[in-house]
């Protein structure tokens, strides 16, 4: 079988790693996947080694590759523009909508209008986004398919497997909180700062490492008010971290004691809270759907109120000042997510649609069993 995967953005965010994950599991099963973006956003890196990748916004050029490539099934993440590609290309086989934005106004032009296609399914990442693709569009079915982990990669790694000397380096006594993710507003970066603003107030053996943003919309902005505020020298910024090396870097944040910290306002599925709980690393977010979801609290991380920042302080600190609690979250995270969000979980149960909706049978045929 072979997929085409269309989206706007190559960008080094939830939904390429997500589909990374995928299209290599999907591989071993006899699935081929290729993916077309229109804009890069530094991600090319993520996706090249593992799958072809087409990036080009000619609409000629677009229709050509659909209508060379004989795919058995397309699979559109939020592009509008992509029915209108499907329609001209005369492709006839089954069409599949991913609905990722958690943002209802900015969700809604991607569903509005399907322009003639008739999508046999829209699969979401977890169930908050079932509910808001519910308010904006008849289709159905609407399938929940959660974000896969690979565990084999993202995981525990043991004290002599760490490479120590990789940036980010790890200082001597210091317990690290990680912050993980593009520099915009739905992230909520100011938050972050106002978080360790209080923190630096109140300890000396606590650092923050904020892991990308360098293409990010709002970075020079970001960029003013670390400086502005004097945060330089506890928050410690590294805007490209090769995603091959994002196990190191949660090693380190273990290592040292310490957690993540997420600032999100929404989110439709979360996938450096995956990526982080199978290093072994407690995460601290806020008391939200889909964050319920995925971190139950008091086992594998904090939940704090709302965007309270005092709260979420008051998590970090039960998190940092507790080593025998640090340590049973860390081996509970692991098991959770191995049994909850690893690769082998959910990419079967696409596998298992991708069958049952290109050839009507669920086991499938050839090599798949």
């Given at each position: 079988?072979?997929?085409?995967?269309?989206?706007?953005?190559l960008t080094v965010g939830g939904v390429n790693a997500g589909w990374r994950n995928r299209s290599i599991y999907f591989k071993k099963h006899g699935i081929d996947t290729e993916f077309l973006y229109t804009t890069d956003h530094g991600g090319l890196h993520i996706m090249e080694d593992i799958a072809p990748v087409y990036l080009t916004k000619d609409d000629n050029e677009i229709i050509n590759i659909i209508k060379k490539n004989h795919y058995d099934a397309i699979i559109v993440v939020d592009t509008a523009a992509a029915y209108k590609w499907i329609r001209k290309a005369k492709f006839t086989g089954p069409v599949i909508i991913e609905a990722r934005t958690p943002e209802i106004i900015k969700l809604q032009p991607h569903l509005k209008n399907f322009k003639g296609i008739k999508p046999e399914v829209i699969v979401v990442p977890s169930n908050y986004q079932r509910r808001i693709v519910s308010i904006?569009?008849?289709?159905?079915?609407?399938?929940?398919?959660?974000?896969?982990?690979?565990?084999?990669?993202f995981r525990m790694l043991p004290e002599k497997e760490i490479d120590f000397h990789s940036v980010p380096v790890l200082p001597a006594d210091k317990k690290i909180i990680g912050w993980i993710g593009r520099l915009d507003k739905r992230k909520n970066w100011p938050m972050l700062l106002e978080v360790a603003k209080r923190i630096k107030c109140e300890r000396k053996d606590i650092e923050f490492w904020v892991i990308g943003g360098a293409q990010s919309v709002q970075r020079e902005e970001f960029r003013a008010k670390w400086q502005e505020e004097n945060l330089t020298d506890i928050v410690k910024w590294f805007p490209v971290i090769p995603y091959q090396q994002m196990p190191d870097v949660y090693a380190k944040i273990r290592h040292?004691?310490?957690c993540t910290l997420a600032t999100t306002k929404s989110e439709s599925f979360g996938n450096t809270f995956i990526e982080s709980m199978a290093c072994g690393v407690p995460v601290?977010?806020?008391?939200?759907?889909?964050?319920?979801?995925?971190v139950p609290e008091g086992q594998t991380g904090m939940l704090y109120r709302g965007q309270n920042v005092d709260d979420a302080v008051a998590k970090i600190y039960s998190i940092l000042d507790a080593p025998e609690l640090h340590q049973n979250m860390s081996k509970k995270a692991t098991e959770h997510v191995r049994q909850n969000f690893s690769i082998e979980v959910v990419a079967e149960q696409y596998i298992d649609l991708l069958y049952e909706i290109v050839y009507g049978d669920q086991k499938g045929v050839g090599t798949h069993d």
């Amino acid at each position: 079988m072979k997929v085409l995967v269309i989206w706007r953005l190559l960008t080094v965010g939830g939904v390429n790693a997500g589909w990374r994950n995928r299209s290599i599991y999907f591989k071993k099963h006899g699935i081929d996947t290729e993916f077309l973006y229109t804009t890069d956003h530094g991600g090319l890196h993520i996706m090249e080694d593992i799958a072809p990748v087409y990036l080009t916004k000619d609409d000629n050029e677009i229709i050509n590759i659909i209508k060379k490539n004989h795919y058995d099934a397309i699979i559109v993440v939020d592009t509008a523009a992509a029915y209108k590609w499907i329609r001209k290309a005369k492709f006839t086989g089954p069409v599949i909508i991913e609905a990722r934005t958690p943002e209802i106004i900015k969700l809604q032009p991607h569903l509005k209008n399907f322009k003639g296609i008739k999508p046999e399914v829209i699969v979401v990442p977890s169930n908050y986004q079932r509910r808001i693709v519910s308010i904006l569009t008849e289709t159905k079915p609407i399938e929940v398919i959660y974000n896969g982990v690979d565990t084999s990669f993202f995981r525990m790694l043991p004290e002599k497997e760490i490479d120590f000397h990789s940036v980010p380096v790890l200082p001597a006594d210091k317990k690290i909180i990680g912050w993980i993710g593009r520099l915009d507003k739905r992230k909520n970066w100011p938050m972050l700062l106002e978080v360790a603003k209080r923190i630096k107030c109140e300890r000396k053996d606590i650092e923050f490492w904020v892991i990308g943003g360098a293409q990010s919309v709002q970075r020079e902005e970001f960029r003013a008010k670390w400086q502005e505020e004097n945060l330089t020298d506890i928050v410690k910024w590294f805007p490209v971290i090769p995603y091959q090396q994002m196990p190191d870097v949660y090693a380190k944040i273990r290592h040292s004691g310490g957690c993540t910290l997420a600032t999100t306002k929404s989110e439709s599925f979360g996938n450096t809270f995956i990526e982080s709980m199978a290093c072994g690393v407690p995460v601290v977010a806020s008391n939200m759907m889909p964050v319920t979801e995925l971190v139950p609290e008091g086992q594998t991380g904090m939940l704090y109120r709302g965007q309270n920042v005092d709260d979420a302080v008051a998590k970090i600190y039960s998190i940092l000042d507790a080593p025998e609690l640090h340590q049973n979250m860390s081996k509970k995270a692991t098991e959770h997510v191995r049994q909850n969000f690893s690769i082998e979980v959910v990419a079967e149960q696409y596998i298992d649609l991708l069958y049952e909706i290109v050839y009507g049978d669920q086991k499938g045929v050839g090599t798949h069993d």
